[in-house]
C-alpha cells in the first residue's frame, strides 16, 4: 500500500512539474498619459497579440528612406493600445533610440515613453524565454 501511495505521489509531482516547466510572466499592454499628453506604455508582444480583446497592441518599427539625390530620412515609431482603447504613439530621429528600436527581437517586451510632442524619450526591450508563449515549445520533439 505505501508502495502504491509512493508512485502516485511521485506520478503526481512529474505531472506537476511538467505543467510548471518554464516560468510564464505575462505583461499586458498598459499606458499612463500625463496632463500634459507625454506618457509611457509597456507590454509584451505576446500577451498583447493573444489577449482575448482585438485591439490591444504594442510595437516598435523603423523606416529609412533614401531619396534620389542620395540622401537618406531615417525614422522610428512605436505605437500600443491597451484593452481599454487607450493609444499611444511616439516617434523619432534620433540615432541612439533608432538602434535601440532595431534591437528589439520576437516575443519582447516593450517600454517606450513620449514627451508631449509625442517625440520618443525612452525606449526599452526585454526579450526573455518568459515571455515566449507555450504553444510555440518544441520540447520533447528532439530540436536541439
Not at 31 to 41: E, K, L, Q, R
Not at 108 to 123: K, L, R
Request: glycine content about 10%.
Amino acid at each position: 500500500m505505501k508502495v502504491k501511495m509512493l508512485i502516485a505521489g511521485l506520478s503526481l509531482m512529474a505531472i506537476a512539474s511538467l505543467a510548471l516547466a518554464g516560468y510564464v510572466q505575462p505583461a499586458p499592454v498598459t499606458i499612463s498619459i500625463n496632463p500634459d499628453g507625454s506618457g509611457t506604455a509597456t507590454g509584451d508582444m505576446v500577451s498583447a497579440r493573444f489577449t482575448d480583446n482585438d485591439v490591444e497592441h504594442i510595437g516598435c518599427g523603423v523606416r529609412l528612406y533614401k531619396f534620389a539625390d542620395g540622401t537618406f530620412f531615417n525614422y522610428g515609431f512605436c505605437q500600443a493600445e491597451d484593452a481599454d482603447g487607450v493609444d499611444a504613439f511616439c516617434s523619432t530621429e534620433d540615432e541612439e533610440l533608432l538602434d535601440i528600436m532595431k534591437a528589439t527581437a520576437d516575443y519582447s517586451f516593450i517600454t517606450f515613453g513620449w514627451n508631449a510632442d509625442e517625440e520618443c524619450t525612452n525606449i526599452g526591450f526585454s526579450t526573455q524565454s518568459f515571455y515566449i508563449p507555450e504553444h510555440t515549445s518544441n520540447r520533447g520533439k528532439g530540436n536541439n
